[in-house]
Structures are given as C-alpha cells and as structure tokens.
C-alpha cells in the first residue's frame, strides 16, 4: 500500500485558481497510474482526471473539467498535482488522490482535502 497525503485544498472565489498536491512515500511511485478524484456531499466518488506513468502524454480528463484542470506529476518528487483553474461552485468537493499499478486495481487512496468554491 502506498501512503498518500494531499494538500492545497482550501476556500476560493468562482473564477479562482488552486493547486492540490498529491506526496508519495513509497520507492516504486513512478510505476503507478495517478489519479485525481473527488466526492461532494450525496454523490459518489467521481473521476477528475488520471496521469499514466509515462507522464503528460498520458493524462484522462472527466469532461466536466476538461480545459479547466491540469494533471502533472514529478517522479523525482513522488508528487502529483492537479492545477485547477475557472472554478466553478459545482467543484466543491473533497479530492482525493489515489495511486494504482493497473488500471483494474483499488488502489491506494489519500486522506482527501477539502476544495470549496464559493463567493
């Protein structure tokens, strides 16, 4: 099991801009399939977006975001980020990271942080 803290969360006006980081402890963090994903009160767990190992040239995007959110990782720094840009009120959410060897696995998941866009 990987262990995975995030952090960034926080208040932000619609239209405003966060960045969510995502730090790994483990040796193997560039073999895994990194993931964002996030859950607002009443819903389900939700798909944000997901980076390959290969990087950037591997990155899924819930269309919901899409133009919007931005998905990076550095191995050297076992971190993943998710840029998000032109929030809107409907992504409050708590976002969650999670880590993956194949795409079919649970995964290991963070402790989640707390996103609330509002005026």
């Known amino acids: 099991q990987e262990q995975l803290v995030e952090s960034g969360g926080g208040l932000v006006q619609p239209g405003g801009s966060l960045r969510l980081s995502c730090a790994a402890s483990?040796?193997?963090?560039?073999?895994?399939?990194m993931g964002w994903y996030r859950q607002a009160p009443g819903n389900q767990r939700e798909l944000v977006a997901v980076?390959?190992?290969?990087?950037?040239?591997?990155?899924l995007y819930a269309n919901s975001v899409k133009g919007r959110f931005t998905i990076s990782r550095d191995n050297a720094k076992k971190t993943v980020y998710l840029e998000m840009n032109s929030l809107k009120p409907e992504d409050t959410a708590v976002y969650y990271c999670?880590?993956?060897?194949?795409?079919?696995?649970?995964?290991?998941w963070g402790q989640g942080t707390q996103v609330t866009v509002s005026s």
């Open positions: 483990g040796r193997i963090f560039s073999q895994y399939i």
């Open positions: 980076i390959g190992k290969s990087g950037s040239d591997s990155t």
């Open positions: 999670n880590a993956k060897v194949l795409p079919t696995s649970v995964g290991s």
